[in-house]
């Protein structure tokens, strides 16, 4: 397995101002990082920041295996769902641009207004079209649990299945996030068990429970994030579960914690090459 870093794990530092994406890229290859994972929230104009981000990637060595998106494609409009669809396919476009073989997507997630079956529906259907394109453009798409539509085990590997055999393509696979899974109240190296056969990609992150935490879960109980391996996620059973699989591709380390990043993100990074 290969060791990345998500620029979500710098959320604070870039909203703050003090980090723009070249910034992030230069930052990962100090602190070790073998590969980013660049996302399109950072963007505010891909035209322009493009180019700086590539002479980065160059100037550091460092590849971008992953690029994500975060998309909802649980809308009652046609017309909203296909623009939830677009923005799948600038990944993709924006994945050939950085040699990025893997963009992270999500499902969607229940509204007001909205049943569980409708949303699953649409769901599927949005993700086959996005496969297509995917497998049109040699890259895979990899589904995060996020979310209560998408987020237990069975859930991922449920809209996946369903998902290759509308498009007629393998394209969608799954991307665990190891943090994920306690906001639905299901231990991470069961959850991953169900869908590690799956796995394009993985999210390596950490949670504890905290009473003034910001994610709550669905029983009620609240969560912070941490560095990685100070926190209740049993990742070496993570880790287990995946090798068991046979999975051998990029986990990338994202860390969603209060501390200052400059200080917890090198600090995740050093933790994660115990586990693996």
């Not at 494609?73 to 950085?98: C, N, W």
């Not at 007629?168 to 943090?179: E, I, R, W």
């Not at 991953?192 to 003034?212: L, Q, T």
Request: proline share 4%; glycine share 12%.
């Amino acid at each position: 397995m290969k060791l990345a870093v998500s620029m979500y794990s710098y959320y604070r530092t870039v909203k703050g101002g003090a980090m723009d994406i070249p910034g992030f890229i230069r930052e990962a290859k100090k602190i070790g990082a073998i590969g980013v994972e660049l996302l399109d929230f950072f963007y505010t104009d891909p035209e322009a920041e493009r180019p700086l981000a590539l002479e980065a990637l160059k100037e550091t060595g460092l590849p971008c295996p992953i690029f994500s998106v975060a998309q909802n494609f649980a809308k009652t409009s046609p017309e909203e769902r296909e623009k939830q669809l677009g923005k799948i396919k600038f990944g993709v476009d924006e994945a050939g641009h950085f040699g990025a073989g893997v963009v992270r997507v999500f499902a969607g997630d229940v509204a007001e207004g909205i049943t569980f079956d409708q949303a699953r529906g649409w769901i599927i259907e949005g993700l086959a079209k996005a496969s297509t394109y995917a497998e049109e453009h040699g890259v895979k798409l990899a589904l995060e649990n996020h979310g209560s539509l998408a987020g237990r085990g069975e859930q991922v590997r449920g809209i996946i299945e369903d998902v290759r055999a509308l498009a007629g393509n393998s394209a969608l696979g799954a991307n665990p996030d190891t943090g994920n899974f306690l906001l639905v109240n299901q231990p991470s190296h069961e959850a991953i068990r169900e869908v590690a056969r799956y796995a394009n990609m993985v999210h390596f992150k950490d949670f504890k429970r905290d009473p003034e935490g910001i994610y709550g879960a669905l029983n009620g109980e609240r969560y912070s994030g941490t560095a990685i391996g100070e926190g209740m996620v049993d990742l070496h059973a993570c880790i287990a579960a995946l090798k068991e699989a046979g999975f051998d591709g990029w986990l990338s380390m994202e860390y969603e914690g209060e501390e200052d990043p400059l200080t917890a993100v090198p600090r995740s990074l050093a933790n994660a090459r115990r586990y693996i």
